[in-house]
């Protein structure tokens, strides 16, 4: 199973890394008659970010100040983890918070190919069973990998209801 999860990550992160606008699509549009649409699959940020249908992420971050110590973190041990971003744009709570793990990434100065996003539909299934390999069962799910190995993760809002901080720590365990 080990080397599945490693094969899985390395063929996400070399996917991510190759991904441009200019290639073709590696997610799907859905339609969705509660939201205007959602994706499912590879995306990357700016198919989000760049979209005025998901005109929650702004909203999400209007009020936020990027998490000093996540950010911190994150620089300390750039080049030493890749993410696995689980999300549903349909879901509140990733409507939420990922909006706030991508503003920290980004102030850390932390390129997009150390970290791939994984679009979920409703059923919070993926393209290629990507769920089922990494036993995903809620979103967001943020998965922080070590030379390809799951060191940990933090589903929704964590356990304390801070998920920004206990990432902050899992980073700093590296």
């Given at each position: 199973?080990k080397?599945?999860?490693?094969?899985?990550a390395?063929v996400?992160?070399?996917m991510?890394?190759?991904h441009t606008?200019a290639?073709?699509?590696?997610f799907?549009?859905?339609p969705?008659s509660?939201e205007k649409?959602l994706?499912?699959?590879?995306v990357?940020l700016?198919?989000?970010?760049?979209?005025?249908?998901?005109a929650?992420?702004?909203?999400a971050?209007?009020?936020?100040k990027?998490?000093?110590?996540l950010?911190?973190a994150?620089?300390?041990?750039a080049?030493?983890?890749?993410?696995?971003?689980f999300?549903?744009?349909?879901c509140?709570?990733?409507q939420?918070i990922?909006?706030k793990y991508?503003?920290?990434?980004?102030?850390a100065?932390?390129p997009?190919?150390?970290y791939?996003?994984?679009?979920?539909?409703?059923?919070?299934?993926?393209?290629?069973?990507?769920h089922s390999?990494?036993?995903?069962v809620?979103?967001p799910t943020?998965?922080?990998l070590?030379?390809?190995?799951?060191v940990g993760r933090?589903e929704?809002?964590?356990?304390?209801?801070?998920p920004?901080?206990?990432?902050a720590g899992l980073m700093?365990?590296?």
């Amino acid at each position: 199973m080990k080397r599945t999860l490693v094969f899985f990550a390395v063929v996400l992160l070399a996917m991510q890394a190759t991904h441009t606008h200019a290639q073709q699509k590696l997610f799907e549009v859905l339609p969705d008659s509660a939201e205007k649409k959602l994706l499912m699959g590879i995306v990357a940020l700016q198919d989000i970010k760049g979209d005025t249908c998901f005109a929650w992420y702004p909203a999400a971050l209007k009020y936020y100040k990027p998490n000093a110590a996540l950010v911190k973190a994150f620089k300390e041990k750039a080049g030493q983890f890749s993410l696995l971003i689980f999300t549903g744009t349909w879901c509140h709570d990733s409507q939420q918070i990922t909006p706030k793990y991508f503003a920290c990434l980004e102030a850390a100065g932390i390129p997009e190919t150390a970290y791939t996003i994984v679009a979920t539909d409703r059923h919070k299934t993926t393209i290629a069973h990507l769920h089922s390999v990494f036993q995903v069962v809620n979103v967001p799910t943020i998965i922080v990998l070590k030379n390809g190995k799951e060191v940990g993760r933090i589903e929704e809002y964590g356990k304390t209801g801070l998920p920004d901080q206990e990432l902050a720590g899992l980073m700093q365990s590296l």
